[in-house]
């Protein structure tokens, strides 16, 4: 072997140790079944018209540029790989990504909505993480609030002249933090605590949530911005054909 | 790509690494449990004993919990798809512009 091919191995074996050492715990959606009737029938409905418009656009998207089909691809399978990795916080819990934002930043959010519901259904029949029952919940904190807010603060971003790296690391990273705002305020509407109704739980759900989903947060904003980089020197005529552009 | 950009690609990495594992161990006594179950613990506080109304489709099928090793092996298998496709479509762009700067070339 070369050095070039022994430092190759080498980097191998590293991530491949990194990747044994996660522990297999729970990480966090709604758990199957701890949401009554009502409230999974009511997300689910409150999905239906993002999940909708979302087919619809990538439906013309792929009939109009049947190229764009690679970066299609690789946002679902960014948000397959991020949201398997099951990632050590500072609270001494796991928790996982959304790796929702790359797809929002380059197909706007609806398209993400249709991808991110592939993988809850995934993860809800294989795995019995999240669950069918609050499939409606989940995909609306995960694939309809935290993408939504991805694009919008990746468009205000742009609007006051950020520097374009910035812009996607904090749109992709609010929009991870939000999801989990979102889940907690669910869990809150549904579990309203005796004193204090529902607004006491959303605080009681923000203080497990939260703390643990920053610095994953933060994780999820320098991956985004990584991938879109590689993209941006790789994928330039795919990029163009989208209307995806540096500057507002 | 630039060295300017591999460079970026390459700290930002790091750094995301870093974050990931700094936890582990600088809380050495830590489960590292989910917080998942945080949640389950939180909502038995708020409203008792709370009984879940539905049972996960699979565990209902193979009549218990998914074992362990099984499902860090799904988890796997989700990562494989993902890394897979993300892999694939990277090597295909890399040759592609490496192909159309050598055809410049000539």
Known sequence: ?248 | METKNKKLVLSLIIAAILIAVIPLFALKDAEFGGSDDAGSVMVKEIHGDYIPWFNPVLETLIDGELPGEVESLIFCVQTGIGVGILAFCFGRMYERNKLSKEDEAL
Not at chain 1, 83 to 108: E, N, Q, R, W, Y
Not at chain 1, 178 to 190: I, P
Request: proline share 4%; charged share 10%.
């Open chain 1, 1 to 248: 072997m070369t050095r070039k091919q022994k430092k190759l191995v080498a980097g191998i074996s590293i991530c491949s140790l990194m990747a044994g050492i996660y522990p297999a715990a729970n990480a966090m959606h709604i758990m199957e079944g701890y949401l009554p009737v009502t409230f999974c029938i009511a997300w689910g409905v409150l999905c239906l018209p993002f999940l909708t418009a979302g087919f619809i656009k990538i439906r013309r998207t792929l009939a109009e540029t049947p190229r764009t089909m690679t970066l299609l691809a690789m946002s679902g399978a960014f948000i397959f790989v991020i949201s398997s990795l099951k990632i050590p916080s500072v609270t001494g819990s796991c928790s996982h990504m959304t790796g929702t934002g790359f797809g929002a930043i380059l197909f706007g959010p609806c398209v993400v909505s249709v991808l991110g519901i592939i993988i809850l259904v995934f993860q809800a029949v294989l795995l019995a993480h999240g669950g069918l029952t609050t499939l409606g919940a989940n995909t609306f904190s995960m694939a309809v609030a935290g993408p939504f807010v991805t694009y919008g603060i990746y468009k205000l971003c742009q609007k006051c002249k950020i520097n374009h790296g910035i812009c996607v690391f904090l749109a992709a990273s609010l929009g991870d933090l939000f999801t989990y705002c979102v889940t907690s305020v669910q869990l809150a509407l549904a579990y309203p605590s005796e004193t204090g109704g529902s607004a006491a739980s959303t605080v009681k759900f923000l203080g497990i949530f939260a703390p643990t989903q920053i610095p994953l947060a933060i994780i999820e904003g320098l991956l985004t911005t990584a991938i879109i980089v590689c993209l941006e020197s790789f994928a330039k005529s795919e990029l163009n054909l989208i209307g995806y552009k540096k500057e507002a």
